[in-house]
């Protein structure tokens, strides 16, 4: 354990799947106080357990951070509590894939705005005037390999993970010189069992892992990339 977060709040959305649950435990064997967001409560007490000791220092919210209003009045009960947010890390996300454009049903389509673009949206409105009132702070989104290589089948996806680094890139000239540095992961495929099961004969060796990911966004997220701002950073792996 190093404590290169020691004193730190640090609020990671979607932090109890498979990425999210990397990004906060890395957090927290860097001495952060993490904030999530879970969807299920069994989740959550597995991430608590996880973190051991640490686990103090560990606090979590069911929020559906696609919603501005409920994302808003998360963020006003973080401060309440901690007074400040040096850190975001969004990891919410979801896929949808396998089905040509003109199939795609509008519910699936929209679904993939939620999860990829608005929770980006509703975050970032949310913190950065914490952020700007601090005069300091890094928020990190997590995209896809897939806003820049547009395979078949994923037009509903590709759309919502290029929207979305385009939306932080333009937030990142919003906020340049102010203190508040924005930057983009962009991973390729990850190992998780889900990912494994859906493509049984891929070379899952290649591939990046959810704690090799969480290790470029906590370099991302600290003083050694204060140079930094407005990246769009490939993790692709041996892919």
């Known amino acids: 354990m190093t404590g290169r977060f020691e004193g730190k709040v640090v609020l990671v959305a979607g932090g109890t799947g498979a990425l999210g649950r990397a990004v906060a435990l890395a957090f927290l064997n860097e ?5 999530v967001t879970w969807r299920r409560q069994d989740e959550f007490a597995d ?11 560990l ?4 929020v559906d951070v696609t919603d ?3 994302t808003s009045q998360l963020i006003a009960t973080i401060l309440a509590v901690r007074d400040r947010i040096d850190v975001l890390v969004n990891a919410v996300g979801g896929y949808a894939g396998g089905t040509p454009l003109w199939q795609i049903t509008p519910d699936v389509f ?12 509703a975050l970032c409105r949310a913190v950065v005037p914490v952020m700007l009132k601090q005069g300091s702070g890094s928020i990190v989104n997590i995209a896809s390999r897939a806003a820049f290589d547009h395979a078949a089948g994923a037009a509903a ?7 979305a680094v385009a939306m932080i890139d333009s ?21 998780t069992e889900a990912n494994r099961a859906a493509m049984p004969q891929a070379g899952f060796a290649r591939w990046p892992r959810p704690d090799d990911i969480a290790r470029v966004i906590l370099f991302l997220s600290s003083d050694d990339a204060r ?11 041996d892919t």
């Open 31 to 35: 001495s952060a106080t993490v904030v």
């Open 47 to 57: 991430l608590s357990a996880a973190a051991g000791e640490r686990s103090s220092h």
């Open 157 to 163: 996806y590709v759309a919502s993970k290029a929207a």
């Open 59 to 62: 606090n979590g919210y069911q």
């Open 68 to 70: 501005p209003d409920a």
């Open 227 to 237: 140079l930094i701002h407005g990246a769009a950073v490939p993790v692709y792996g």
């Open 171 to 191: 937030l990142a000239a919003d906020l340049k010189g102010k203190g508040v540095r924005v930057n983009s992961i962009v991973p390729s495929i990850f190992d």
């Open 110 to 121: 929209d679904r993939m705005l939620a999860l990829n673009l608005r929770s980006g949206y």
